[in-house]
């Protein structure tokens, strides 16, 4: 049974910072390439980060220069540091392979607010 858990969400103020961490079981984490997604309130579920198993990363534009993907795969681990946060940065986040093929994890809340 493939698991994504998903932590480190919260309430930060605009210009802040958090990191995001997805604890990966049931697969052979280092065998995938990894994604983060975001599901803002009324809105569908899309990709911002993507982390090949080379450790290529790449990035949806509003994103762009201000998170950064990363992964650990002796932990199975996913990570996803993010700067300069915006209140358009607002919504559940969470990890899957990419493409999101497997059962979605309860995710983490996001909110950007003053």
């Known amino acids: 049974q493939v698991q994504f858990v998903e932590s480190g969400g919260g309430s930060v103020q605009p210009g802040g910072s958090l990191t995001l961490s997805c604890e990966v079981s049931?697969?052979?984490?280092?065998?995938?390439?990894m994604g983060w997604f975001r599901q803002a309130p009324g809105k569908e579920r899309v990709m911002v980060a993507s982390?090949?198993?080379?450790?290529?990363?790449d990035y949806a534009e509003p994103v762009k220069g201000r998170f950064t993907i990363s992964r650990d795969d002796a932990k199975s681990r996913m990570y996803l540091q993010m700067d300069s946060l915006t209140p358009e940065d607002t919504a559940v986040y969470y990890c899957?392979?990419?493409?999101?093929?497997?059962?979605w994890g309860k995710g983490t809340q996001v909110i950007v607010s003053s």
């Open positions: 982390i090949l198993t080379t450790g290529s990363a």
């Open positions: 049931g697969i052979i984490f280092s065998l995938y390439a």
């Open positions: 899957n392979v990419f493409g999101g093929s497997y059962d």
